[in-house]
């Protein structure tokens, strides 16, 4: 079995920065691409950022040249850097990871981790 632990998220005044992160661990052969996705009340789930394990990364377009995201391979982690955010960030931001399992090597499964909530508010 695989986990996804996401930490960092909180409230911060608009103009303000969060950093999140989130930890694949378990039953991993290998990773091959790590994302963030959020979703506001009454909106639906969107991709934020994502990054494939060999360095591509990928951005939508509202928070271009605002955050980046990064990853440290030999933790299986990745991270979203937030910078100058703005009240419509607010939302839960989730993880999500492209895994090869040990068990199945062959397949890619996407796995989930449990959301964590940005508030962006003065």
């Known amino acids: 079995q695989v986990q996804l632990v996401e930490s960092g998220g909180g409230l911060v005044q608009p103009g303000g920065s969060l950093r999140l992160s989130c930890a694949a661990s378990?039953?991993?052969?290998?990773?091959?691409?790590m994302g963030w996705y959020r979703q506001a009340p009454g909106k639906q789930r969107e991709l934020v950022a994502s990054?494939?394990?060999?360095?591509?990364?990928d951005y939508a377009d509202s928070v271009k040249g605002r955050f980046t995201i990064s990853r440290d391979n030999t933790k299986n982690t990745v991270y979203l850097q937030m910078n100058s955010l703005k009240p419509e960030d607010t939302a839960v931001y989730y993880c999500?990871?492209?895994?090869?399992?040990?068990?199945?090597?062959?397949?890619?499964?996407?796995?989930w981790g449990q959301g964590t909530q940005v508030t962006v508010s003065s």
């Open positions: 999500n990871s492209r895994i090869r399992p040990r068990a199945s090597p062959s397949w890619i499964i996407d796995y």
């Open positions: 378990g039953s991993i052969a290998s990773v091959v691409a």
């Open positions: 990054i494939m394990w060999g360095g591509n990364t």
